[in-house]
C-alpha cells in the first residue's frame, strides 16, 4: 500500500532542455552573455540535457558561474583542453559550415579517452557461442545489465564517464532489447545473484516498460537482488511521486519483494543540496515504504563536491533519509578530466575528515574507489613510515576473487589522481601486481 501526498509535489509533467534551448534559459533566469557562449561552445563537444526541476530547485541562480550544482548539469570554458576550446570557438565564429564544425568536434571527442577501461567491449560474457549484447559480467555475483531504452538521463552531468554514449557513440546498439538473453543467461550461471540495471538510467524508462525487463527475472532462484542505478533521485524525484506511473511503479517494487527478491535503488547523488527538497524526501519515503533500500554512491569531483564539508553532509542527509551511505569513486580519466580531477592524496583526505564526523550508521561508505580495469580499488589511506610515506590499498572488488580484500602499497604521490598514475610498493605480490598490470 502506498500513500497519496495531500498536494501534488510539483506535478509538473517531464521535459527535457537541449542545447537548442540554452538562448531560452539564459534569458529565463539572466545569464551572463560570456556564460552563455561558453556553454552553446562547450555542449558542441559535451553532451548537454537539463530540466524544469534541475533548473529551479537545485541551482542557485545568484552566482551560477559558482555554483556546483550549476557546474554539474551545464558544460562551461575550462571543461576541455585551453587550445581545443580557442580552436573551436574560432572555427564557430569564423562561420565555419556545419562539417568543418563537426569534423572538429569529432576530433576533439576523441582525445577525451571516450572508452575509459574498455568498460563496454570488456567483460560482455559469450553465451551459447556468441556475445549476449547488453550484458557486462565482471565480478563474480552481479552481472551488468544495459536495456536499451534505458540509455538516457533526465539530465546528464558534465563529468558523466559514460559521456560518450549521449553524443551518439555507436556502443549504443550494443544494448539489450528485452531480457530473454539475460534470462537464459542467469538460469546457467546461479553464482549471479545481483543484476544491477543501470546505463543511462532505467528510471527514464516507463513502468510497463521496466516491468517488462524486470519482471522475467522473479523466477530465477539464483537471483536475489535487482539493484536499479539512478541519478533520478537527485534530478526527477517526480518519478517517484507525481508521474502519471509513479505508483504502478511503487507497486511494481513491491512485487518484486512479494517474490522475495530484493530492490536496492543506487541512487547517484552528488551534492547535499540534491537532498533538500521535499519532492525528494517524499521519494525517498515511498522507495522504502515498497521494501525496497536505497544505497547511495557518487564520484569526488573538483569544483563540486572536493570539501569534507559537503561529504559529511550529504552523508547524513543520506542517513537522516533512511538511505545508506556506499561508494565514494575516484572520477575516471574521461572528457573533462582535467577539470574534475582530484588527487588521491586529496581525495583520501576529505575521505577521511568527513568520515571522522559521521556517526557509526553512515560509515557503511568505502572509498575512494577506483572503479578500474582489475577491480576495484579502495584508497584506505596514507602511511608515514622509516621507508617514508605510502598509501595503503586494497582490492574491494577483483575480477579475480582471490584477489578481493587483499591490501598492498604504493609509493605516496601528491599528484597522482588514478591507479595508472601510481608506483606499486617493491613488496606488493606477484599476484597483485601482475593483475595490475596495464
Ligand atoms: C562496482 C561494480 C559492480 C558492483 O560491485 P559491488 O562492490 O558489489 O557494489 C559490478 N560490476 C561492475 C562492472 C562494477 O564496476
Redesign the pocket.
Known amino acids: 500500500m502506498t500513500l497519496m501526498v495531500d498536494q501534488p509535489v510539483a506535478g509538473t509533467r517531464f521535459r527535457a532542455f537541449g542545447p537548442r534551448q540554452i538562448d531560452d534559459i539564459a534569458r529565463r533566469y539572466g545569464l551572463d552573455p560570456d556564460l552563455r557562449a561558453g556553454i552553446a561552445l562547450l555542449a558542441h563537444v559535451l553532451p548537454f540535457r537539463v530540466n524544469e526541476y534541475v533548473l529551479n530547485e537545485l541551482i542557485d541562480w545568484s552566482r551560477p558561474e559558482e555554483d556546483p550544482m550549476f557546474r554539474l548539469v551545464f558544460p562551461q570554458r575550462g571543461m576541455l583542453p585551453e587550445r581545443d576550446e580557442r580552436a573551436l570557438e574560432a572555427l564557430v565564429r569564423s562561420g565555419a559550415p556545419s562539417s568543418g564544425i563537426r569534423a572538429e568536434v569529432a576530433r576533439i571527442r576523441a582525445g577525451l579517452n571516450p572508452h575509459p577501461s574498455g568498460q563496454r567491449e570488456y ?1 560482455v560474457p559469450v553465451h551459447d557461442g556468441e556475445k549476449v549484447p547488453g550484458l ?1 559480467h ?2 563474480r ?2 552481472v ?1 545489465y544495459f536495456p536499451t531504452q534505458g540509455q538516457s538521463c533526465h539530465s546528464f552531468c558534465t563529468y558523466c564517464f559514460r559521456w560518450a554514449q549521449f553524443v551518439g557513440d555507436p556502443s549504443l546498439r550494443f544494448a539489450a532489447p528485452n531480457p530473454d538473453r539475460l534470462g537464459r543467461y542467469l538460469r546457467d550461471h546461479p553464482v549471479v545473484s ?1 543484476v ?1 540495471v543501470t546505463g543511462g538510467d532505467p528510471m527514464v524508462m516507463s513502468t510497463e516498460r521496466l516491468r517488462g525487463h524486470l519482471e522475467p527475472l522473479l523466477g530465477i532462484p539464483s537471483v536475489n537482488t535487482l539493484r536499479i542505478g539512478t541519478k533520478s533521485l537527485a534530478y526527477w524525484p517526480q518519478r517517484f511521486v507525481s508521474d502519471a506511473d509513479s505508483e504502478a511503479l511503487l507497486r511494481l517494487f513491491e512485487q518484486v519483494a512479494a517474490a522475495g527478491k530484493q530492490v536496492a535503488v543506487m541512487a547517484h547523488f552528488t551534492h547535499p543540496r540534491e537532498l533538500r527538497s521535499t519532492v525528494v524526501t517524499e521519494a525517498l519515503r515511498r522507495i522504502r515504504s515498497t521494501g525496497a533500500v536505497v544505497y547511495c554512491q557518487a564520484p569526488m569531483v573538483a569544483h563540486v563536491n572536493d570539501d569534507a564539508d559537503t561529504w559529511a553532509q550529504m552523508w547524513k542527509a543520506e542517513l537522516a533519509a533512511g538511505a545508506v551511505p ?2 565514494m569513486f575516484v572520477e575516471r580519466d574521461t572528457g573533462p578530466y582535467d577539470y574534475f580531477k582530484v588527487p588521491l592524496a586529496r581525495a583520501v583526505e576529505i575521505f577521511h575528515t568527513a568520515y571522522r564526523t559521521l556517526p557509526g550508521l553512515a560509515r557503511t561508505v568505502r572509498g575512494p574507489v577506483m ?1 578500474t580495469t582489475p577491480g ?1 580499488v579502495v584508497v584506505d589511506g596514507v602511511e608515514n613510515h622509516s621507508g617514508g610515506r605510502s598509501f595503503h590499498l586494497r582490492m ?2 577483483a575480477r579475480n576473487p582471490a584477489l578481493v580484500g587483499r591490501p598492498f602499497r604504493a609509493h605516496y604521490d601528491t599528484t597522482a589522481a588514478w591507479l595508472s598514475d601510481l608506483r606499486l610498493a617493491e613488496d606488493v605480490p606477484q599476484d597483485i601486481r601482475e593483475a595490475l598490470r596495464p
Do not use: F, G, I
Open positions: 567483460n557486462q565482471k565480478y555475483e552481479t551488468l545481483d544491477l556506499y561508494y572503479s576495484k574491494a572488488q
